[in-house]
C-alpha cells in the first residue's frame, strides 16, 4: 500500500506522472541536493503497482486540496471540509502532515484578521515583536500596519524585517500565545524562516508615498546600504507596465536610446508593447532595428541598462514629476 512507502520514491512516482513539463517546473523550486535525490529515485525506479500510483496521486491531490481550504479559511475550516470529506482520522492524518512539513505557516489566524485588530494587538510591542508579526502577514495587512505605525518605529520595524533570517519556534509560539490566546500551528522544524529584503520590499511598495520616504529616509541614515538596496528592489524594470503612457514618455525623453535597446533584451513582450506604443512610429522602427542588428549581449549589461532607467522612473518620482501609484497606474505632476 502507498503508505509504505517513503516519501522519496512517492516524490518520484508524481514527477514521473505529472510529466517532464511540469515536473522541472517543481524542480526549479527544489535544492540541488533534493533535485539529486529526487532524480536517483526516478532513474532507479522500477515499475510500480497501477493502485499504488492511484493512492499515491489521489495522497497528492488531498494534500492539495487540504492546503487550498486552509488558505481559503483557515486551519478549522479545513479541517471541518476533510472530516466531511474522508473522515475524521483520515483529517487528522492529512493536517498532521502539512503542519509538520511547513505548509502551514505561523500566525495563520492573525492574517485572517483585519488590520486595525492587528494594530491594537501589537501597540506598545517592542519593535522585534512587531517585524516578526508583520513578517509573516500579507504584504497588503502589512502595508496597512506599518502605516499606522508611529513614524519613530516604522524604520526600525522595517529594518529588523529586512534583516530578519529564522526564527525559533518557541519564540513564534510565544508571540501567538499573546496575541491569538490560543495557537493557530506552530512549525515543528527547528526554524522557521520569514522576514528579508524581499519581505520588506512586498510591504514598502504597497504603503502610501510619506510612510515609504519616512522609513526609507531614516534607513538612509542608520544603514545606507540597506536602504539602498530595499531601494533599487522598490521598483523593477518589469514594473513599467503600471507606469501612465504620459509617464512612459517623460522617463524615454530623458533616458539613452541605446540603454532603452539594451533593457527590451530580455523583457517580456508587455514591456515591448508598452515602450513602443509610447514612441513615434520612426523612433520604434529605429529601435527595433537597434535591436535586431545588435547581437548577444552580457546579461550584466542588460541588467544595468534597466537599472539606470528604473533609476530615472526613481528621480522623476523624488522629484514629484511623476506619481507611481501604490496597486495601480502612475500620474504624471503638470
Known amino acids: 500500500m502507498a503508505n509504505n512507502i517513503d516519501g522519496r520514491k512517492k516524490a518520484a512516482v508524481l514527477m514521473v506522472s505529472l510529466g517532464p513539463d511540469i515536473s522541472a517546473k517543481v524542480f526549479k523550486h527544489l535544492s540541488d541536493e533534493e533535485i539529486e535525490e529526487l532524480t536517483l529515485e526516478i532513474a532507479n525506479m522500477q515499475k510500480i503497482d497501477k493502485s499504488e500510483k492511484k493512492e499515491i496521486l489521489e495522497e497528492f491531490y488531498q494534500l492539495a486540496k487540504a492546503q487550498e481550504y486552509i488558505d481559503r479559511g483557515g486551519i478549522q475550516y479545513a479541517k471541518d471540509v476533510l472530516e466531511k470529506a474522508v473522515g475524521e482520522d483520515k483529517a487528522r492524518d492529512i493536517l498532521g502532515r502539512l503542519t509538520a512539513t511547513l505548509q502551514v505557516r505561523p500566525f495563520d489566524a492573525i492574517r485572517k484578521t483585519d488590520p486595525s485588530q492587528i494594530l491594537n494587538f501589537i501597540q506598545g510591542e517592542h519593535p522585534q515583536t512587531i517585524a516578526l508579526i508583520l513578517a509573516y502577514l500579507q504584504p497588503e495587512q502589512a ?51 520569514a522576514g528579508g529584503i524581499e519581505s520588506i520590499v512586498d510591504i514598502l511598495n504597497q504603503v502610501d508615498r510619506g510612510t515609504e520616504k519616512n522609513i526609507l529616509d531614516q534607513l538612509e541614515e542608520e544603514d545606507p546600504e540597506l536602504a539602498e538596496e530595499i531601494k533599487m528592489r522598490m521598483f523593477v524594470f518589469e514594473d513599467i507596465t503600471v507606469l501612465s503612457d504620459k509617464a512612459i514618455q517623460l522617463v524615454l525623453r530623458q533616458v539613452d536610446t541605446h540603454d532603452v535597446a539594451l533593457a527590451l533584451k530580455t523583457a517580456s513582450s508587455e514591456v515591448e508593447e508598452k515602450i513602443y506604443t509610447n514612441m513615434s512610429d520612426r523612433a520604434a522602427e529605429m529601435l527595433k532595428e537597434d535591436l535586431e542588428y545588435m547581437g548577444p549581449v552580457r546579461l550584466r549589461e542588460v541588467e544595468e541598462a534597466q537599472q539606470r532607467i528604473v533609476n530615472v522612473i526613481r528621480e522623476l518620482e523624488d522629484s514629484g514629476e511623476i506619481v507611481i501609484a501604490r496597486g495601480g497606474e502612475s500620474e504624471v505632476v503638470v
Open 143 to 193: 502595508s496597512q500596519v506599518m502605516s499606522a505605525l508611529p513614524p519613530e518605529i516604522q524604520s526600525e520595524v522595517s529594518k529588523r524585517i529586512a534583516i530578519m533570517d529564522r526564527t525559533s519556534p518557541e519564540i513564534i509560539k510565544d508571540v501567538e500565545e499573546v496575541l491569538e490566546k490560543k495557537l493557530s500551528t506552530i512549525a515543528t522544524s527547528e526554524y522557521a524562516s
